[in-house]
């Protein structure tokens, strides 16, 4: 039975949400599956991955052939560099302390450039809510400003037409 490590899609239109899925290669897209890897939600920046790395090592060790697009959250997450890893372990190329040790040390690179981007994505946020805040102030200001400046022209209009007035008042 060949198995594929697959996504199977889920979530409603227009918001897809996927589950990393180990199944028979047989069957649907969307159909039996033997076991339920993890998950993948493309609609938040960057995307969040949630994978069981052992059990997908396992399947891999067994035979499972990624699709590509499993391919590349395999490799992202380090599964697929963990697989390497451990066949340098069965031909004794490494010590499996020496393999965990470049493993950890490799995903605690990729948590550094993840984290990065993740600060990089909220100061954008936070520079562009600022800009626009500014941009608000500045309408504001104007808009008291205009304000300001059609009610002084008014109280001279009314203040110009009390003079004439009383000028008419006292020729009477």
């Known amino acids: 039975m060949p198995v594929k490590i697959r996504l199977q ?87 499996e302390e020496q393999a965990e040790e470049k493993f950890q040390a490799w995903v605690a690179e990729k948590e550094g450039s993840i984290n990065s981007k993740k600060d990089a994505l909220a100061k954008a946020d936070a520079d562009a809510k600022a800009k626009i805040l500014e941009a608000e102030k500045e309408v504001n200001a104007k808009r008291a400003a205009e304000a300001a400046q059609v009610e002084a022209e008014a109280n001279a209009e009314e203040a110009a037409a009390e003079v004439t007035e009383e000028a008419s008042n006292e020729e009477e």
Do not use: C
């Open 9 to 95: 899609r889920h979530g409603k239109k227009g918001k897809p949400f996927y589950w990393i899925v180990a199944a028979d290669a047989r069957a649907k897209r969307d159909g039996r599956f033997l076991e339920k890897l993890g998950t993948y939600n493309p609609n938040v920046n960057p995307a969040s991955i949630d994978l069981n790395i052992d059990g997908a090592v396992q399947w891999l060790q067994n035979g499972a052939q990624p699709t590509d697009t499993a391919r590349a959250i395999l490799s992202y997450k380090g599964v697929m560099l963990k697989n390497h890893l451990l066949g340098g372990v069965r031909k004794g190329a490494l010590t």
